[in-house]
């Protein structure tokens, strides 16, 4: 399973990515207004840091204005992906963006019928935002579950991309599903290297060792 990280915080990114954990890279205008640094500065320097896909979603809602917004960013790096809105324009972009080799994933993904169309509409990912879901006392993993044995029924190469990711179990049910991919914020990655007994076994052999003489 591959391992991106969902943040627009470059510090961020460089800790994760010395740990050799980092596949690629997700943002969203959310992140990117939490850095309060313009869009192409953050992106660009993502870019020099991740080789992987690092993911820019378009702002605009209709077809000529996502598509500008796409050939932008995508003559930016040709690690870019074009982060587009599951909605009829942007399944249009889609369609588009894929006959011309631009990569894409389709965010804000709530149904298994969106992300059948995101598949046929060629996405290379799809993003189902399991947290929103969870929030509302919904199952956001079931979602996973039921896109992931869709696109095996038919063979679509589209990858599933588990986002709006809130902790560790997440990311095990992501696993356990075979989805491929698993876009986490920054806190969620730290906690997947902690474990109780990990640091009570290291306290005691560093305890143990100041016995032996040196
Ligand atoms: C996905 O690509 C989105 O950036 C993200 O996972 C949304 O997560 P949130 O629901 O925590 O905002």
Not at 19 to 37: F, H, I, Y
Not at 59 to 87: C, Q
Not at 186 to 202: E, N, S, Y
Request: glycine fraction near 8%; charge should be neutral.
């Amino acid at each position: 399973m591959k391992f991106f990280i969902d943040t627009a915080d470059v510090a961020e990114i460089k800790e994760v990515n010395a740990m050799g954990l980092l596949d690629g890279v997700t943002t969203n205008p959310s992140l990117v207004a939490k850095t309060g640094r313009k869009f192409k500065d953050v992106l660009l320097e993502i870019c020099d840091i991740v080789k992987g896909p690092v993911s820019a979603e378009v702002t605009s809602t209709d077809y000529a204005g996502m598509l500008k917004e796409a050939h932008e960013f995508a003559a930016l790096r040709t690690n870019i992906v074009i982060k587009v809105p599951l909605i009829p324009e942007g399944l249009k972009v889609v369609k588009t963006l894929t006959g011309e080799g631009i990569k894409t994933n389709v965010t804000l993904c709530f149904s298994p019928t969106q992300a059948l169309l995101a598949a046929k509409a060629g996405a290379t990912y799809i993003s189902p935002f399991v947290g929103r879901i969870d929030d509302i006392a919904d199952a956001g993993m079931d979602l996973v579950a039921k896109i992931c044995k869709i696109y095996r029924n038919y063979g679509y190469t589209t990858e599933v991309l588990v986002a709006s990711v809130r902790g560790p179990m997440h990311v095990v049910e992501a696993a356990e599903l075979g989805a491929h991919v698993v876009t986490c914020p920054f806190g969620v990655l730290k906690q997947l290297t902690q474990h109780p007994l990990t640091d009570i076994g290291l306290a005691k052999f560093l305890k143990d060792w100041e016995k032996v003489p040196k």
